[in-house]
């Protein structure tokens, strides 16, 4: 078996728990980040015990810096990687006048801090490799501002940014860089409650994170640079004018915070 691993931030949940199944299958060694107690040591167990590969974790609190990098001397000083996905991520749905300031410096921390420290401090174990491969999640979000998220949408939009930038700038090397933006998924209970209480688009627009996490590694295996896998909700956000959805999907988000006020 190679000693190559992928490592998979916010893997205990979600997407990020689907990128390990699918990369489990393939017989792909995993190194697996999340926060301390959600069990992320019992699903490295299922999947070494199912797929016979080396399936290791580290927890974490990604929202501080020098995690991050406490994160990525440990990675650098003991494993060869060949694939990196950074996907965790945080949100909020909040009068941003009403928000405390830890509030805003998480969002920014985790979605644009690690993802652009960690891929900084990996990428020359990535360039040791023959051929590797980093994917950052980013969202439909990244397209559109919106009122009552504010900075969620424009976190995001660094990610799609910064993943484009890093792959022009990557391309004649042997790391590939692509970036998904994914639009609501059916990650758990909640949000499948939250997603039927939306309606008939919402629910025929989500999307199942297995299919997901199939898909991006498929196509990012092929080159893909930007992957789309909710091709309806991104051609509505691309032809769609900014005056238009701008306080369409503001309203429809004061909607919903006014429901759980």
């Known amino acids: 078996m190679s000693n190559l691993f992928a490592v998979i931030t916010g893997a205990s949940q979600g997407l990020g728990k689907s990128f390990a199944k699918e990369f ?15 069990n992320l040591s019992g699903l490295c167990l299922n999947l070494e015990k199912e797929f016979g590969i080396k399936a290791i974790y ?10 991050v990098l406490k994160l990525a001397k440990w990675l650098n000083d003991h494993f060869e990687i060949n694939f990196l996905i950074n996907n965790a991520g945080v949100g909020g749905t909040k009068k941003f006048d009403e928000v405390s300031s830890n509030y805003i410096e998480k969002i920014i921390q985790i979605n644009v801090m690690a993802t ?4 900084h401090q ?6 040791r490799q023959h051929q590797s491969y980093i994917l950052n999640v980013s969202s439909l979000a990244a397209f559109s501002p919106i009122g009552y998220k504010t900075v969620y949408p424009a976190s995001k939009a660094f990610v799609h940014s910064f993943s484009r930038g890093l792959y ?12 998904v933006n994914p639009g609501p998924m ?7 409650k939250r997603i039927k209480e939306q309606g008939f688009f919402a629910e025929k627009t989500s999307l199942n994170p297995d299919k997901v996490a199939r898909y991006c590694i498929r196509q990012i295996q092929k080159r893909d640079t930007v992957i789309m896998v909710n091709h309806m909700s991104w051609l509505f956000l691309k032809i769609m004018p900014i005056w238009i959805k701008l306080p369409m999907l503001t309203n429809k988000i004061k909607k919903e915070l006014e429901i759980k006020l």
């Open 24 to 38: 489990a299958r393939q017989r792909k060694n995993l190194i697996l980040i999340s926060l301390p107690d959600e």
């Open 58 to 67: 580290y927890e974490t609190d990604l929202s501080i810096n020098s995690n």
């Open 116 to 119: 652009s420290m960690l891929t």
């Open 122 to 127: 990996l990428l020359p174990n990535l360039k």
């Open 168 to 179: 022009q700038e990557l391309k004649n090397t042997n790391v590939f860089v692509s970036v």
């Open 186 to 192: 059916k990650t758990n209970d909640e949000v499948k």
